[in-house]
């Protein structure tokens, strides 16, 4: 599970850093949409929410949302890191 975690964290960082460009709205539908939906197979539903939180963010407001996306993506994984260290 481990490495399949690490693989959608580097898979979802390239696409954080596409929404930064801006992307126009097809494109940040879709990247909105990947990164929601790879959070919900994980089981990472609070990033998941944060995603669909930030769905319709006006262009101009896009860039910033890779610091957002960032921090609770981190925020996500790292409660899964704690139960990994309990279990």
Do not use: W, Y
């Not at 979802?12 to 992307?23: G, K, N, S, Y």
């Not at 879709?30 to 930030?54: M, P, V, Y």
Request: aromatic share 4%.
């Amino acid at each position: 599970m481990r490495a399949v975690l690490e693989i959608f964290r580097i898979e979802a960082d390239q696409v954080i850093r596409a929404i930064e460009t801006p992307l126009d709205d097809e494109g940040h539908a879709k990247a909105i949409h990947f990164l929601r939906s790879g959070a919900l197979n994980l089981g990472l539903t609070s990033f998941a929410g944060q995603t669909e939180d930030l769905a319709n963010i006006p262009r101009e407001g896009r860039a910033k949302c890779g610091k957002i996306l960032r921090q609770a993506l981190d925020l996500s994984l790292s409660k899964i890191d704690l139960l990994n260290a309990t279990a």
